[in-house]
Antibody, heavy 120, light 108 residues
Framework: QVQLVESGGGLVKPGGSLRLSCAAS????????MSWIRQAPGKGLEWVSYISSSGSTIYYADSVKGRLTISRDNAKNSLYLQLNSLRAEDTAVYYC?????????????WGKGTTVTVSS | DIQMTQSPSSLSASVGDRVTISCRASQSISSYLNWYQQKLGKAPKLLIYAASSLQSGVPSRFSGSGSGTDFTLTISPLQPEDFATYYC??????????FGQGTKVEFK
């Protein structure tokens, strides 16, 4: 079945780095835009970034621009998020989601999330 | 950036009630508005896309309406499994997607 599984979360010190992965299965990964969304403890959803199906188009939220980098490997059916210069406010559950992009954009399949904790 | 404001932030309701949640955009977003449901400790789930289109597999008691700046999610009748937090999200701006702050539906 259609599935997204995130991995790579963990405890990291402020200023540190982490690379999150999202493994896709059950659909043609290369046909879809993909996105990362995060949720700080007890807070709402925050869109982080999305990448087009080929990887040629990428957008970021202002709050993460310059520190987080989204990428994908269509041959490996995988999405990535490189997190650098991490701050306490980056502590969150990070979800990857499949994004439909035919005229309207919406995220129709979500992973269960991976937790990133930034603390000394 | 386009700001999304939901109201109310929380509400109390009973099984069988008709519940409406509002979402207002800071500028016109046409029908580029999606609704998600999130239960505690779980990933969000898409309910409605393009303001009023029901996602496959979502019960017909969920409906969405609106265009421009004002949107509504209606749940009728409310079922026990519908107690959750609901988020609107705009995708009109291709460079920045934005969620509302969420509306928590609680048991009265």
């Amino acid at each position: 079945q259609v599935q997204l599984v995130e991995s790579g979360g963990g405890l990291v010190k402020p200023g540190g780095s982490l690379r999150l992965s999202c493994a896709a299965s059950g659909f043609t990964f290369s046909d879809y835009y993909m996105s990362w969304i995060r949720q700080a403890p007890g807070k709402g959803l925050e869109w982080v970034s999305y990448i087009s199906s080929s990887g040629s188009t990428i957008y970021y939220a202002d709050s993460v621009k310059g520190r987080l980098t989204i990428s994908r490997d269509n041959a490996k059916n995988s999405l990535y998020l490189q997190l650098n210069s991490l701050r306490a406010e980056d502590t969150a559950v990070y979800y990857c989601a499949r994004a439909r992009h035919y005229y309207y954009y919406y995220m129709d399949v979500w992973g269960k999330g991976t937790t990133v904790t930034v603390s000394s | 950036d386009i700001q999304m404001t939901q109201s109310p932030s929380s509400l109390s309701a009973s099984v069988g009630d008709r519940v409406t949640i509002s979402c207002r955009a800071s500028q016109s977003i046409s029908s580029y508005l999606n609704w998600y449901q999130q239960k505690l400790g779980k990933a969000p789930k898409l309910l409605i896309y393009a303001a009023s289109s029901l996602q496959s597999g979502v019960p017909s008691r969920f409906s969405g309406s609106g265009s421009g700046t004002d949107f509504t999610l209606t749940i009728s009748p409310l079922q026990p499994e519908d107690f959750a937090t609901y988020y609107c999200q705009q995708s009109y701006s291709t460079s920045t997607w934005t969620f509302g702050q969420g509306t928590k539906v609680e048991f009265k």
